[in-house]
């Protein structure tokens, strides 16, 4: 393996990372300034994903289609569901804060599911993570309030907990998004008619603000950011690699600030530099039972 990442896989983790922070003030817009309900929100995201991976799915169904379809789900729409709700009254700034929780909680799932064993280390960045993105979320600021803030850690939870049985499925990353995305569909699709109201309105007046962020979610983020990463890792260290995603949290508060006029507080500012200090921490010891791209939440 090489000591070093060459200019060009510099340049696709500068891409994959500002693709990820971007979308996440991209989502705010969509949710929240744009009003398009969260669950439908969800659900156009998916039927992106679905329509430009479709060759995928005519290859055959994998192994264990039904546990493929029940993590996939958990690790995408599920997850990302929840997360529009809370952006709906949360900032894009604290969001990205609490993401950084997925590292911490990734390890702690792994520890009670799979048998990693966890030293001082790694059992610092852990309570260094977790104990950052409590105080993002607790202290009162115009983040958003807490309700927000915990459906978007509800929503890093699950996906959490489901990337710890990642490794057990047979199936290829950009595959996985494939069945993810028809898994979302079918879930989400009949959630937003039971739950939400308004979709077509919120669709009919803004189509191609809509349409622009639902692209850029699904092409952009989800297949172009999400395949590059993949296909990264696969080429080069994970040492080299992982720690790069590191930079999504910096870039999605400065993203916030300039794009949705975030006000940055003390609590978000110690929590985050908390956070990722943990995550870094976590991120470079190794795992005997997590691959490393498991332990970073792309958005």
Known sequence: MPKSLPLSALGIMLFCNVAWAMNIVVSKIAVSTLGVPPLFYTVLRSATVVAVLFPLLLRGRPERLWLVLLIGFAITGGSFG??????????????GVVNLSGAPLTVLFAIIFLGEEVRWRRGLGMALALGGVGLAIGAPSEAGDPVGLGFAFAGVLIGAFASVFVKRLEIGAVALQAWAGLASLGVMLPATLLL????????AAAPLAVIGCVLFAGVVVSVGAHSAYF?????HDANLVVPLTLLT??????????????????????GGTMALAGVAIIVIRPSRTISKPQLTRES
């Open 82 to 95: 929840l997360q529009f709700v809370g952006l709906q009254t949360a900032s894009p700034s604290a969001v």
């Open 196 to 203: 939400e109201s308004g979709q077509i309105q919120s669709f």
């Open 231 to 235: 296909r990264l890792f696969q080429a």
């Open 249 to 270: 949290p910096l870039l999605t508060i400065a993203f916030g600030t300039w794009l949705t006029g975030d006000t940055i507080h003390w609590p978000l500012i110690v």
